[in-house]
């Protein structure tokens, strides 16, 4: 087996208890595997081999997915925590992009922020407001910017952007924002649209 010298490759391999209880011969099959690629585990093979309890043969997958994912993927690496990060010294999004850059540089492929993710303050939606509420104003602007391209139909995302320019005193290109946050409602969801007019209105008595 070759392992390739600039990546880290992963070996999964999993069994339902029930099937071993069935054939004793899994049991040596499993060591084998083992002690023939154990070796390579120390140069750059991310390695694991289970038994998954208390499954039967196919009940065992579900189990054994989520445990392969978590081999790939650890949770505890790709779990950013925005709050801590736009708390360390530097402007915010920067910080947010630096996280997830040097993680696109380890994997190999491009990951972005979360725009929004239910119940879930790491997104780029709760940083907006957060950073609004610190008075980091021109932070909050550049973050609903990004918002707004990751979800460019979202009428939440133009919203906020507009709040965040209003208190930076940009009245014109929040209203510009606003009357494309009305133009998504009207074809969206028009339930906002009332929202949205109010915050037309606000912004004309200033």
């Known amino acids: 087996m070759q392992t390739s010298s600039n990546k880290i490759n992963a070996f999964y391999f999993a069994m339902a208890d029930s099937d071993m209880r069935k054939d004793k011969r899994y049991e040596k099959i499993l060591s084998q595997i083992n002690t023939k690629l154990s070796p390579y585990a120390k140069e750059n093979l991310k390695l694991k081999i289970e038994i998954i309890n208390n499954e039967n043969h196919y009940g065992a997958f579900i ?30 999004l920067q910080n947010i992009d630096h996280f997830y850059q040097s993680l696109s540089q380890k994997y190999g492929f491009p990951i972005l922020p979360r725009a929004t993710r239910w119940r879930n303050v790491n997104k780029l939606s709760y940083i907006t407001s957060l950073l609004l509420k610190d008075g980091r104003i021109q932070e909050a602007i550049s973050v609903a910017r990004r918002w707004v391209e990751y979800r460019p139909n979202s009428i939440d995302a133009h919203q906020s952007l507009a709040q965040a320019l209003q208190q930076n005193d940009e009245i014109s290109e929040a209203s510009d924002v606003l009357k494309k946050a009305l133009e998504i409602s009207r074809n969206q969801d028009k339930s906002k649209t009332a929202a949205i007019n109010r915050q037309i209105a606000e912004l004309k008595l200033n």
Do not use: T, V
């Open 63 to 92: 189990k054994a997915a989520l445990s392969a994912i978590e081999l790939n993927y650890p949770h505890e690496e790709w779990s950013a925590n925005y709050r801590e990060l736009i708390s360390q010294p530097g402007d915010a």
